[in-house]
């Protein structure tokens, strides 16, 4: 072999095992050691990486509780059970978590009770899209789009479209992450205790004669729940909104709503829940 190439091999071999060697002692001068609390708290955290913390993903919500920044009740997937366990780890108390919320879709009105448009939508099956695009295949400008980015949006596959046109929450599968509600441009999703039983299920502010013309179940402002509400239920922008802290559901006329926008619904039956008996 040619000594010119074994020098140059030999050169080569010393410099790798010169950077090599460097390397690995400045690894080990410049290690960042992982905070143990930060460690132990993203091992009991769901590992989903959904954001619904409201930080970037389950390792960075660890690193907010450990810094103090972020509650241990924060993250809603893992609900309570996680609350605990996080707690125990950094070693506070963690206060009874709230009752579980879930999806509310607050408008009926599918394919069978809104009235669509005289012409087709040809475009993106998106929700965000036809809104962009033509506002959707529905006169009502204000109800469900029914392209279902809520359903493709939910990582946990709780949320599916029904025969109608209209998103249906899974309760099993939910996590209350209200990652749905972001994802609807219509803003007709809303986060809900999951014992509430009254909603107005209608966003559209149309006059009275219009809302009616564009969909059969529409709020039509008329006004008879919120006279019999004490403050309960206000008219604002031609349809009824709920005060929860003010509503008292045995004084609201559901029978009197013609259209059947604002309902009291039966847990059982809506969601499989089985409520106590007195």
Not at 61 to 85: H, I, L, R
Not at 209 to 223: L, M, P, Q, W
Request: with cysteine; glycine share 10%.
């Amino acid at each position: 072999m040619e000594p010119t190439l074994i020098l140059a091999i030999a050169t080569m071999g010393g410099l790798g095992l010169f950077f090599a060697a460097g390397l690995a002692i400045a690894d080990k001068k410049l290690a960042v050691e992982d905070n143990p609390f930060v460690v132990k708290i993203n091992e009991v955290l769901p590992g989903v990486n959904c954001g619904a913390c409201g930080k970037a993903g389950c390792y960075d919500f660890a690193v907010n509780v450990a810094e103090g920044t972020a509650s241990v009740t924060g993250c809603p997937v893992g609900g309570s059970d996680t609350a605990k366990e996080i707690a125990m780890i950094m070693g506070v108390e963690a206060a009874d978590s709230e009752v579980k919320t879930i999806p509310r879709i607050l408008c009926k009105g599918g394919n069978s009770e809104a009235v669509n448009k005289m012409v087709d939508y040809y475009g993106p099956l998106s929700c965000s899209a036809m809104e962009i695009v033509s506002g959707g295949e529905k006169q009502c400008l204000y109800g469900c789009l029914g392209a279902g980015d809520c359903v493709d949006a939910c990582p946990f596959d709780a949320l599916v479209m029904n025969d109608n046109g209209i998103p249906e929450v899974v309760p099993d599968l939910c996590t209350s992450c209200g990652i749905c509600v972001k994802s609807c441009p219509r803003d007709i999703i809303e986060m809900h205790p999951i014992d509430q039983t009254v909603f107005v299920f209608c966003k559209n502010q149309d006059d009275p004669k219009t809302a009616k013309e564009v969909c059969n179940v529409s709020c039509i402002a008329c006004g008879i729940c919120a006279r019999k509400s004490d403050g309960g239920i206000e008219i604002i922008n031609n349809v009824g909104v709920i005060n929860y802290s003010l509503l008292d559901d045995t004084k609201i006329p559901f029978e009197k709503c013609k259209s059947g926008a604002i309902q009291k619904i039966d847990l059982e039956l809506d969601l499989g829940i089985k409520m106590k008996k007195n």
